[in-house]
């Protein structure tokens, strides 16, 4: 499974702009590019993709200035309620490993971009959360803001004195003091920048701990009501639009190919190929109209350079750039910066 193949609730979508409001940035400017509004975020009934989430992470994250430590905070601000019945049958569980069995099943029902998998032996239980395919500045903020959600709903779940025994990050910048120290309290030990994975770990004898508020009833309640509502999250959308969205999150400087795509949607590239060519568009095609989209927001962008673009787009110079530029749209960038921001 793959959070390309769910949509899901607003509740995460409604935190991000809550936080973005708190630091200062518009609404607007929040949700500028998501076709989203304020009523809609609110609306408990409302359903967005995975690429809206993602556009109004971009949104916040450059308003942010992609200040570090960002998704460690955001990522405090998820509670066990922020999920709804996911979360309320991880705490209504019997046991801590009944809980992560749970948790486990019903994945795409949470925010998580990471691709969380559980290893376990007679010592330990680790946790590895992958990391996605999208924009290296977006993808340190998922990677933190999942592993620091899942660190509070641990606490949340288990209770103060039953702390993780490793938090390891790849990621070598180091968050503001502040931050750190908030999350060692909540996590109980201070995370290991630099490491070779993204893991939490616990001593593997908690599995068997009871939970406080065990509930039978109550849990099988909130299974019945999670399997339901992973029917109706079930994005069902055909492989054009499958394939525009995981473009429209790829990271800018590393344009994935046909064989990327084809894995990522479980499928032989002839497979991909026939699908698209049913839908009466092809693989090159789809590319091109992905990355010429991109390189138009960003020369929207009047802080970059083209060069600044060129590079971000991962063209070696900005000859490259100007000529795949000209391919998808029959000019050169200059004249398309020119056009939107003429000479006074």
Known sequence: MSFWDFTRGAASARLLVDFGLERGVPLARLLAGTRLSQPQL???????????ELK???????????????????????????????????VSSATVGDALALA??????????????????????????????????VRRFLIERDMAAAARLMRETVGTGHELSRFTLRERQWPAPDMLARLTAVSG?????????????????????????????????????????MERRRARLGTVELVRQYLAAAPLDAAPDLAQVARMLHLSERTLKR??????????????????????????????SLTDIAEQMGFGDLSGFSQAFKRWFGVAPSVVRRIRHPDP
């Open 42 to 52: 609110d609306d408990p009934e409302v359903q967005i993709t995975a690429t809206q």
């Open 189 to 229: 030990l201070r995370p290991q920048y630099g490491a070779a994975a993204n893991t939490l770990a616990f001593d593997s004898r908690l599995l068997a701990q009871r939970l406080p508020q065990a509930n039978p009833v109550t849990v099988a309640m909130c299974e019945q009501a999670c399997a339901q509502l």
């Open 104 to 137: 486990l099943r019903f994945i795409p029902l949470t925010f998580a971009f990471s691709l969380i998998s559980c290893q376990q032996d007679a010592q330990q239980c680790v946790l590895s959360f992958g990391e996605p395919e999208v924009e290296q500045r």
């Open 56 to 90: 109004l992470i971009g949104n916040l994250l450059k308003a942010l200035q992609y200040e570090p430590g960002v998704g460690l905070e955001v990522g405090l601000r998820y509670s066990f309620s922020t999920y709804g019945m996911w979360g309320f049958g991880l």
């Open 275 to 304: 699908r698209l060519q049913e839908e009466q568009t092809g693989f090159r095609e789809m590319l091109a109209e992905s990355r010429g989209q991109r390189a138009r927001e960003l020369l929207a962008d009047e802080s970059l």
